[in-house]
């Protein structure tokens, strides 16, 4: 399939004298993206959108898509699965092929992707959005079995873990302990556990008011800490213990089959339900490819997306290392646009436009209860790092204002709802 440039692009790239790779670039280029997700599915729909020359591929497993965000209010009852689980068809008729199947190898030099049913793919520009893997073993004794027991609900692939935890909510008995293990940063979303913890809270309170919530923490301070607290003492006083590191928080080892959850000084907790939340890295796919460095994540220039060690490879989302940025779904959005648009730039034979990255992250507390942390982020004037802009971020205020926390859950709603549709076409 040949896209054409518009006229006016043509006429206006007219007086440059293209190598043949570049004039490729104007009249045909390939676009792969890998992984359907919160980045790799921003990048596909923005591409054919921003670029509609440019042929999109996007290679995604699921048919359906999970979104984790909004998993927790599954959690509390507040939403439906079926309100979080998006498919593809839009991006199809957005003009993406969408391939459902594993990419299983990239050959970064020969621009090739291998998927696991056998096809070959070959592209110009690769766009690498895989998320994370949870890091099985980290915890002694917490591996893919025993999360079909203590779930984690952190890659909510179908649904069935988050649904598995759901269950398992219903079916304690009042006056049961509910413990999660939460790991060290860096980790996929730094204000989700303490959002699953308020809406479980939000379920035990309306169904299990005896109930209690154990979180045992493996670090001392965590992302809009004094707001999440604010909001616990107001809204479930008594209902949740949260443990840090420096107080035997930090979980080294389960016994799924016990349910128990054990400290590192040796403090075993028995639970009725238990959510691990592991150690992770960036997914299988980056790790096998030679794209992660010894973090475990990919490293990447901070402007374009590429890779630091494969060139013609942007990894975005959760798998790259963001500095300052959180793991999110905003910030997997926003960067790969800019990833896009870079990888557009350097096949053109141009320089890669100016970059700002925004994320706003919602929690909710409550029902009608959310807070908020925005930051906008810019690549410092060397080029070697991401920074946040001085001045530009902050969090919700504090203190009793019922009317300000109804609104920021207004907006988490307004949020989700544009951004799975800047997402899913
Ligand atoms: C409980 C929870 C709540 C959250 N709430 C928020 C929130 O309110 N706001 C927010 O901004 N963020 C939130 N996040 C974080 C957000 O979900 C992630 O940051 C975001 O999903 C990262 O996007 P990604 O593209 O890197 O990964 P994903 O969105 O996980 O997408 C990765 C995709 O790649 C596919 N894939 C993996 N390997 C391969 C392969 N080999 N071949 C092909 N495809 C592959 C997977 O099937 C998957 O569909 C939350 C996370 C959790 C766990």
């Given at each position: 399939m040949t896209h054409?440039?518009?006229?006016?692009?043509?006429?206006?790239?007219?007086?440059?004298?293209?190598?043949?790779?570049?004039?490729?670039?104007?009249?045909?280029?390939?676009?792969?993206?890998?992984?359907?997700?919160?980045?790799?599915?921003?990048?596909?729909?923005?591409a054919r959108r921003t670029y509609p020359w440019l042929e999109v591929t996007l290679v995604e497993?699921?048919?359906?898509?999970?979104?984790?965000?909004?998993?927790n209010l599954v959690l509390a009852g507040t939403r439906q699965i079926g309100q979080i689980t998006h498919g593809y068809?839009?991006?199809?008729?957005?003009g993406v092929r969408v391939v459902h199947d594993w990419a299983s190898g990239i050959d970064p030099a020969a621009r090739r992707v291998r998927l696991a049913g056998g096809e070959t793919l070959t592209y110009d520009r690769l766009i690498l959005s895989p998320g994370i893997a949870l890091r099985w073993g980290a915890i002694e004794g917490y591996d893919e079995a025993a999360s079909e027991i203590m779930p984690h609900g952190w890659v909510p692939g179908d649904?069935?873990?988050?649904?598995?935890?759901?269950?398992?909510?219903?079916?304690?008995?009042?006056?049961?302990?509910?413990?999660?293990?939460?790991?060290?940063?860096?980790?996929r979303c730094p204000p989700g556990p303490y959002e699953r913890i308020s809406m479980i809270a939000s379920y035990l309170k309306r169904h299990k008011p005896r109930s209690k919530i154990l979180a045992l923490d493996a670090k001392e301070a965590f992302s809009k800490q004094g707001l999440f607290q604010d909001g616990w003492a107001q809204l479930y006083p008594g209902m949740?213990?949260?443990?840090?590191?420096?107080?035997?928080?930090?979980?080294?080892?389960?016994?799924?089959?016990?349910?128990?959850?054990?400290?590192?000084?040796?403090?075993?907790?028995?639970?009725?339900?238990?959510?691990?939340?592991?150690?992770?890295?960036?997914?299988?796919?980056?790790?096998?490819?030679?794209?992660?460095?010894?973090?475990?994540?990919?490293?990447?220039?901070?402007?374009?997306?590429?890779?630091?060690?494969?060139?013609?490879?942007?990894?975005?989302?959760?798998?790259?290392?963001?500095?300052?940025?959180?793991?999110?779904?905003?910030?997997?959005?926003?960067?790969?646009?800019?990833?896009?648009?870079?990888?557009?730039?350097?096949?053109?034979g141009e320089a890669p436009p100016e970059a700002v990255y925004?994320?706003?992250?919602?929690?909710?507390?409550?029902?009608?209860?959310?807070i908020s942390i925005v930051g906008v982020f810019r690549p410092n004037a060397e080029g070697t790092a991401i920074a946040e802009v001085t001045g530009s971020g902050g969090v919700s205020p504090r203190g009793p204002l019922p009317e300000q926390r109804r609104l920021e859950a207004l907006h988490a709603d307004a949020w989700y709802e544009s951004i799975t549709k800047d997402m899913f076409a």
């Open positions: 054409l440039l518009p006229r006016r692009a043509l006429l206006a790239a007219a007086p440059f004298v293209a190598a043949p790779s570049v004039l490729r670039a104007q009249t045909q280029a390939r676009l792969l993206v890998i992984g359907g997700g919160f980045g790799g599915a921003s990048a596909a729909n923005f497993p699921k048919r359906h898509f999970v979104t984790c965000p909004y998993g068809d839009g991006l199809r008729a957005r649904g069935a873990q988050t649904l598995l935890l759901r269950r398992q909510l219903e079916e304690m008995p009042d006056g049961g302990v509910v413990g999660l293990a939460i790991p060290a940063n860096p980790f949740i213990e949260w443990v840090p590191a420096n107080r035997d928080g930090r979980v080294t080892r389960v016994d799924a089959r016990e349910r128990v959850l054990e400290t590192e000084f040796g403090t075993r907790h028995k639970v009725a339900v238990a959510n691990v939340i592991p150690p992770q890295s960036a997914a299988r796919i980056a790790i096998e490819a030679g794209l992660t460095d010894q973090s475990g994540w990919a490293p990447v220039n901070p402007l374009t997306f590429e890779s630091r060690l494969a060139p013609g490879v942007h990894v975005v989302g959760d798998a790259n290392i963001p500095g300052p940025m959180p793991k999110s779904g905003y910030v997997a959005n926003s960067t790969a646009k800019q990833a896009v648009a870079s990888a557009v730039a350097l096949l053109r925004f994320n706003t992250c919602y929690s909710h507390v409550g029902e009608d209860y959310g």
